[in-house]
C-alpha cells in the first residue's frame, strides 16, 4: 500500500468514527459504500453482549470485517515481529494437527504411567520389600499426586497460561520418571509415583481445554478425542514396554524410566506452539490473540472471522460482568454456587466424570496383569494378555475421533454406555463359569466388549469439561472437573482390592460398576445437553436456559426415539435422524449462508 493510500484510509477513519457508536439496526441500513469506507477506516462498532455478536454472524455483518481491518492495521503499525519458535504454514489448517499431535501427547504419557506400574507390579513389590497395602498406595500414588496437580491447575493456567502449563507438567513428568526409576525404597517410589502424579493432574485439565480453544468447531469433540486415543496408546505402549523388559534384570526400572523418552519429545516440541488466543483475549491481550488466530486459523474464510469477533465480544462481554458486580472478581469460585449457568456446567461436568471413573476403568487398566493372573495366566503370560485389554481400549477410541462431532455427544453417550455395561455383566459371570479354558474366555470376551465401548465413551469425560465453562472460568471449573477425575481415579484404584474382597469380584464388576453404569444411563437421556458442532460461545448460551427446560426437551426426544426404535426405524435413529452439520457458524435458519 502506498504511503498516499495510507494517508487516504487515515483521513477516512477520522470522519468514519460514528459508525462505532451506531445501533444494529442503524447498520443494518447502511449502504454498500458505507459499509466499504467502515471496514476500510477500521471503524469497530461497540457490540457488548454475545447474542448481538451471534445476531451480526447469522446476518453475515460487516463488523467482523472491520475488526480483522483494524487488528490488520496495528500490526502494520507495530510491526509483524515473530519469535525464533513462532512456527507458521502457508495453510493455517496444517498447524491445527502439528499442536493436537504435540498437545495430545501428554495423553500418550498419562496412559503410559498407568500401564508401566501394571508390569512393574510383578517383580516391583518384591524386590523393594512391599507389603499389600504399601503396593496398593504406589498404585494409586500417581492419581493421589494427580489431584495435588489439579490443585495448581487454576493458578498454573491463570497466571503462566495453557501453553506454559503444559510445559511444566512435562518437566515434572520427567523428574518423577527419573525418581521411579532409580527408588530404593517405598518412600521414594511414593515420592516419584506423587511427583509423576502432579504432571498428570496438571496436564490432564490443561490439554483439553487448549485443544478446545484452539481447534475450530467442526473438529473440537473430535480433536479432544485424540488425547483419549492418546491415553489409551500410551496405555498399549505400556504394556508392550513390560513385555520388552521383563526378562532383563532389574525389569521394573527400565519399565518405569521409559516414559522419560516421550516426556523429553513433548517438552521439545511444546515450545514450538503458541499460546491459546481465547486464554490471551481472557487476558485483555487482544492483538496477541489476533496474532496467534491469524497463525492457527487464519483469516481467509468468512467462518474463522465471524468466531473470533464473537469470541472477542463473548469474552468482554463476561469481564464486563465481573467488573460490574456479576461475577466474583476476588474470588472466582464463587459463581459456580451463585450463578445458575456456571452452577449448571459443573454439575453437569463432574458428574460425566464420575460415571467415567466409578464404573471401574482405572482399577482394572492398574490392576490388569493382576485380574489376568486370578483367571489362571502366570506372570508373564498375565503381562502378554494385558495388551488385549489394552488394545481393545484403543480401538475403541477410534470411532470417537471420527464420528463424535457427526453423531453428537449426548447420541455418543446413550449409546456407548450399555455397550460396556454389557462387558461388565460377562464379566461377572466368568467366575462362575466352570473349567480354565471357559472362564478366561468368558472374561476376555466381557473385558474387551467393556473396554471397546468404555473407550468411546471416555472421550466425553475430556471433551465435555474443557468446552462446557465460561471463558474466565475455564481454569477454575478444570481445576475441580480434573481434580475429581483423579481423585475418583484414587478412589477406586487404592480400594480395589478391598472392593473385591468385600463385594467377591462379581459383585464389584457387576453389582457396583455395572449400577453405577445403569443410572449413569438414565441421567444422560434427561440431563444432558447436546454441544456438537457449537462453537464454545454458543455452548455458553446453551447452558443459560433453565435444567427443566432442557429436562423436557430430552424427555421428548427420549419419546421420540424410543417410538423409532418400537416401530424398527433404525436408519432414523442411528443415521438419518441426526442434525445436518452446519457449513459455517453463520449459516441462516433456512440452511443458507448469510452474504
Known amino acids: 500500500m502506498s504511503e498516499k493510500d495510507q494517508k487516504a484510509l487515515a483521513g477516512d477513519g477520522a470522519h468514519d468514527h460514528h459508525y462505532e457508536d451506531a445501533t444494529y439496526d442503524e447498520r443494518r441500513r447502511m449502504s454498500a459504500g458505507e459499509i466499504q469506507d467502515a471496514i476500510r477506516s477500521g471503524s469497530v462498532p461497540n457490540v457488548h453482549t454475545k447474542k448481538e455478536a451471534m445476531e451480526i454472524s447469522k446476518a453475515g455483518g460487516w463488523e467482523a470485517d472491520a475488526l480483522i481491518e483494524s487488528l490488520e492495521q496495528e500490526i502494520r503499525d507495530a510491526g509483524d515481529k515473530k519469535g525464533i519458535f513462532d512456527l507458521e504454514f502457508a495453510n493455517p489448517k496444517h498447524f491445527t494437527w502439528l499442536l493436537v499431535a504435540f498437545a495430545s501427547m501428554g495423553g500418550l504419557l498419562s496412559g503410559l504411567d498407568q500401564s508401566l506400574i501394571s508390569g512393574a507390579n510383578l517383580f516391583l513389590p518384591v524386590d523393594l520389600g512391599l507389603t499389600t497395602q504399601q503396593n496398593s498406595l504406589v498404585n494409586s500414588g500417581m492419581p493421589l499426586g494427580a489431584v495435588g496437580g489439579a490443585l495448581i491447575l487454576a493458578p498454573c493456567n491463570e497466571i503462566f497460561g495453557r501453553r506454559m502449563s503444559i510445559i511444566i507438567s512435562c518437566a515434572l513428568y520427567t523428574i518423577g520418571g527419573a525418581l521411579e526409576a532409580g527408588s530404593i525404597n517405598y518412600g521414594m517410589i511414593i515420592a516419584a509415583r506423587v511427583i509423576l502424579g502432579l504432571g498428570v493432574g496438571l496436564e490432564g ?28 496408546l500410551g496405555e498399549v505402549l505400556g504394556y508392550a514396554v513390560a513385555a520388552m523388559f521383563l526378562s532383563v534384570p532389574g525389569n521394573w526400572r527400565y519399565i518405569l524410566g521409559s516414559s522419560l523418552v516421550f516426556s523429553t519429545i513433548m517438552l521439545i516440541g511444546m515450545l514450538f506452539m503458541p499460546e491459546s488466543p481465547r486464554f490471551l483475549m481472557h487476558k485483555g491481550r487482544v492483538l496477541d490473540a489476533y496474532r496467534v488466530w491469524r497463525r492457527i486459523r487464519g483469516t481467509r474464510d468468512i467462518e474463522s472471522r465471524e468466531e473470533f469477533f464473537v469470541m472477542k465480544v463473548s469474552t468482554e462481554e463476561e469481564e464486563a460482568e465481573v467488573a460490574a458486580g456479576g461475577g466474583s472478581r476476588r474470588f472466582p469460585w464463587l459463581d459456580f454456587f451463585t450463578k445458575p449457568r456456571c452452577r449448571r456446567a459443573i454439575i453437569y461436568a463432574n458428574i460425566m466424570i464420575f460415571l467415567g471413573q466409578f464404573t471401574g476403568i482405572n482399577a482394572i487398566m492398574y490392576y490388569m496383569s493382576v485380574l489376568m493372573s486370578q483367571i489362571g495366566f502366570d506372570k508373564y503370560n498375565s503381562n502378554y494378555m494385558s495388551l488385549v485389554g489394552g488394545g481393545s481400549l484403543l480401538i475403541g477410541t477410534i470411532p470417537a475421533i471420527f464420528l463424535m462431532e457427526t453423531c453428537g455427544r449426548r447420541f455418543w453417550a446413550i449409546a456407548m454406555l450399555p455397550g460396556f455395561f454389557i462387558g461388565l455383566v460377562i464379566v461377572g459371570i ?8 471357559a472362564i478366561e474366555g468368558t472374561y476376555l470376551t466381557g473385558l474387551i466388549i467393556y473396554e471397546i465401548f468404555f473407550g468411546s465413551y471416555a472421550c466425553l469425560t475430556w471433551v465435555i469439561p474443557a468446552e462446557v465453562y465460561p471463558t474466565y472460568l475455564r481454569s477454575y471449573g478444570m481445576t475441580t472437573s480434573d481434580g475429581w ?7 477406586v484404584t487404592y480400594n480395589f482390592t478391598g472392593m473385591q474382597n468385600a463385594m467377591t469380584p462379581t ?16 441421567y444422560q437421556i434427561f440431563f444432558m445437553p447436546e454441544t456438537k458442532d457449537k462453537t464454545l460461545e454458543e455452548i455458553d448460551l446453551i447452558f443459560q436456559q433453565p435444567t427443566m427446560d432442557l429436562v423436557r426437551q430430552n424427555a421428548a426426544s427420549a419419546k421420540e426415539t424410543t417410538r423409532d426404535l418400537l416401530a424398527f426405524r433404525w436408519k432414523k435413529v442411528f443415521i438419518t435422524g441426526h442434525t445436518a452439520r452446519r457449513e459455517s457458524i453463520v449459516d441462516t435458519s433456512d440452511g443458507k449462508t448469510g452474504a
Do not use: C, D
Not at 485 to 491: A, D, K, P
Open 507 to 522: 459383585g464389584l464388576a457387576l453389582g457396583f460398576y455395572g449400577g453405577i453404569a445403569v443410572l449413569g444411563w438414565f
Open 205 to 232: 485439565g490443561t490439554v483439553p481445554v487448549y485443544v478446545a480453544e484452539t481447534v475450530e468447531r467442526r473438529l473440537r469433540g473430535n480433536m479432544v478425542s485424540l488425547y483419549q486415543f492418546n491415553i489409551a
Open 430 to 437: 466368568s467366575y462362575h463359569v466352570k473349567g480354565t479354558m
Open 485 to 491: 477425575l483423579f481423585l475418583s481415579s484414587f478412589i
